[in-house]
């Protein structure tokens, strides 16, 4: 595999951490695996990210509850707190906001329990992930919450390749613009494959793997 490398921003604490290569996922081949783990478990990098989703949502959007996909419970708490920070003119000033994770049961279908499901229910919900590629896990939230009765404000990550998801906005602070020649496809239409180059690792939210 490829040397590690950063996609910079002003912020030093606010970066893209990629290795170029051929690379699968669950869904699709890619030539750049986009390793988020400490935007995700370190404190000053989570927090980063946070400030950086906040700006798209603090003046002009309710949010009452945030749905964390894809590990990104420790982000979702910073973005809470931003939100209602009185110090800045938001919505969501000295308001509560829920911060959730859903489980999954056996085929990938998200459910949330009686317990929790009032947090969605009647509530305006925020999505947030690490990456939206494909979308499919970004639409799986959207469909258990609009089972659940939940008000979907958009969908929020770290990195997307979509501008929406099932109709509803998609906001990232990176982008493919940032990674020179970025691809993402299904499998059988893979030009690394077409050329004979073997896949290098199985790559998810959780990490890398090498083959």
Known sequence: MAKEFKIRTRNPELFLRVQKGHFATMHSHTNYYID????KYRMAEAK???REIVSFYRSNTIIDTIICID???IIGAFLAQELTDACFM???AHQTIYILSPEFIGNGQMVFRDNTSPMIEGKHVLILA???TTGRSALAAVDAIKYYGGDIVGVSAIFATVSECDGYPVTSIFNPHDLEGFISCKPHHCPLCQA???LEALVNSYGCSKL
Not at 36 to 39: A, E, M, N, P, S
């Open 71 to 73: 590990g990104t419970e």
């Open 196 to 198: 004979g180059e073997k």
């Open 48 to 50: 980063a990210v946070a």
């Open 90 to 92: 938001n919505l969501n």
């Open 36 to 39: 988020v783990t400490t935007q």
């Open 130 to 132: 690490a990456s939206v």
